[in-house]
């Protein structure tokens, strides 16, 4: 990665840098990771390698890229011993003093051993979207059966006061 299209303090700069978390996937313009903070089982990030805030700034490579990199995260969500990752995940030098619950949550959940039923694809995309880092980062979220009680709506349940709709 270019020192040009990295900015200094940017976290996902750092981790596409190869400098924080173990990439699980990678392409010329994009690198997968598991989100340290999960919440599913399998919940992975998708991040440029250049810092780009948006989706629609996404250059004509990178857009090539992108569900390359979706499908390829999607592979490697699907093929890991994910007890086995959370178990590790717990040892790792630099998350110790960081909360672990999201992560001892995970491994307490009763389809921790089952293969994906769904996917729930998302990017906040600004800070008015619920954005913390302004690095763009695109959610790759195993859903299972049963991990919440009433999937219907999605992401529309963002908003829940606006979520619900009759079909025509």
């Given at each position: 990665m270019n020192n040009d299209s990295t900015v200094k303090d940017c976290y996902f700069c750092t981790v596409s840098s190869g400098n924080a978390d173990p990439f699980i996937f990678e392409n010329r313009s994009f690198i997968g990771i598991f989100d340290t903070n999960p919440v599913n089982p399998g919940h992975a990030l998708v991040i440029p390698?250049?810092?780009?805030?948006?989706l629609f700034d996404l250059n004509a490579d990178e857009q090539a890229d992108y569900f390359d990199a979706l499908r390829g995260v999607r592979g490697v969500i699907e093929?890991?011993?994910?007890?086995?990752?959370?178990?590790?995940?717990?040892?790792?030098?630099?998350?110790?003093?960081?909360?672990?619950?999201?992560?001892?949550?995970?491994?307490?959940?009763?389809?921790?051993?089952?293969?994906?039923?769904?996917?729930?694809?998302?990017?906040?995309?600004?800070?008015?979207?619920?954005?913390?880092?302004?690095h763009l980062h695109v959610i790759v979220l195993p859903r299972y059966e049963g991990d919440v009680e009433n999937p219907r709506g999605g992401i529309r349940n963002v908003i829940l006061a606006r979520a619900s709709y009759q079909r025509r």
């Open positions: 390698r250049r810092h780009v805030v948006s093929s890991t011993d994910l007890v086995a990752l959370y178990a590790e995940m717990q040892t790792r030098d630099y998350l110790q003093g960081r909360p672990m619950d999201h992560i001892e949550t995970v491994l307490k959940l009763p389809f921790l051993g089952r293969r994906p039923d769904a996917y729930t694809v998302g990017n906040n995309d600004g800070r008015a979207a619920g954005r913390s880092i302004d």
